[in-house]
């Protein structure tokens, strides 16, 4: 999974009508094995290994010229 700081990261729920977790990558403190620190939506942040299918990552983007 390559994450880059300013990513959203999106953890899906493991309980049902429960919403996912949005947050934006702050900082990247590892990459193999993937570790990185988030600040969410409440206003509150995790260092966290996101573990494969649990995250989405949507890049930010690119700033235009």
Known sequence: MEVTVGDRLVLESERVGQP?????????????????????ENGGESTLCPEAGAARVEHASAPSA
Do not use: F, M, T, Y
């Not at 996912?20 to 969410?40: C, H, M, N, T, Y």
């Open 20 to 40: 996912a977790r949005k947050g934006i990558v702050e900082e990247v403190l590892s990459s193999d094995p993937l570790r990185v620190r988030v600040r969410w």
